[in-house]
């Protein structure tokens, strides 16, 4: 049996609350700032984040030495770009928009080494450049999250989070909120009444139910987290930097 594991898979199969930071920028130093504050992941937003790839190594290694895991949020479901950040040493993927839980199959085939998938073998960081070539290939399986974010894709909710690779479905709110005919109303009906479907059908199948909570409010995360939010990103580097500065308005607004 490898050795080799993720963590962070590892904790959600043990329904353990996950609780992580969200990288807009691409600096090194903010990402380590958010990492170091003990956060279980750190996402690198390569959707509407400045990261590109070569930055997005910088910047897993920055939450590797801090022990979070390091993700990347991708806009598509693009299998080479989602196999290069593994390669990188991403240990899992959040995926905007998914609809349908055919297509995510097709995707997360480019994400699984076979027999399961088709994602190609080598020498990468990934498995420290050949030194645990053996047991990352026969040990590792990647976080893949289907962000839900359309009426097709609550639609879809049932079959995705069927999906045995499939570690949970994470809520987009504000393009769900968007697509759903209530911008930024995430007390509206329609949003409410998404947000009960997603988690009835990660209730069925035995999946975690994740969601930006995107103001950096604690009172918010907990409440987040009592009902029955088990992944949670927190905040983004840009946010919680302009809350901390928000308290110089009243004065620069003179």
């Not at 990402?31 to 750190?42: N, Q, R, Y």
């Not at 987290?225 to 992944?231: A, P, Q």
């Not at 809350?243 to 009243?250: F, Q, R, V």
């Amino acid at each position: 049996m490898s050795t080799y594991f993720n963590p962070l898979k590892e904790r959600i199969a043990q329904s353990r609350n996950c609780v992580g930071a969200w990288l807009v920028s691409n600096s090194p130093i903010m990402a380590e700032a958010m990492a170091s504050m003990g956060f279980h992941f750190l996402v690198v937003d390569m959707e509407h984040g400045t990261a590109d790839i070569s930055q997005a190594e910088t910047l897993f290694t920055v939450a590797e030495r801090h022990g979070a895991a390091p993700l990347a949020r991708i806009g598509s479901q693009d299998g080479e770009l989602a196999r290069r950040l593994l390669d990188l040493g991403a240990q899992g993927i959040i995926i905007s928009t998914v609809q349908s839980a055919k297509e995510f199959a097709v995707f997360a085939k480019s994400c699984l080494y076979p027999p399961d998938g088709r994602r190609g073998v080598g020498i990468s960081r990934c498995n420290r450049f050949g030194d645990e070539f053996d047991a990352y290939l026969e040990g590792f399986q990647p976080v893949l999250m289907p962000m839900i974010e359309t009426p097709l894709g609550v639609e879809a909710a049932t079959d995705i989070s069927a999906l045995p690779y499939v570690d949970g479905l994470f809520i987009g709110p504000y393009d769900l909120s968007v697509n759903l005919g209530c911008p930024g109303d995430l007390d509206a009906k329609p949003f409410q009444e998404a947000i009960d479907a997603v988690k009835s059908a990660c209730a069925d199948a035995d999946k975690v139910l994740g969601i930006h909570q995107v103001d950096p409010d604690a009172d918010a995360l907990r409440a987040r987290i009592d009902s029955g939010f088990g992944f949670v990103a927190y905040g983004t580097d840009i946010l919680a930097m302009r809350g901390a500065l928000s308290g110089a308005l009243e004065f620069t607004a003179k």
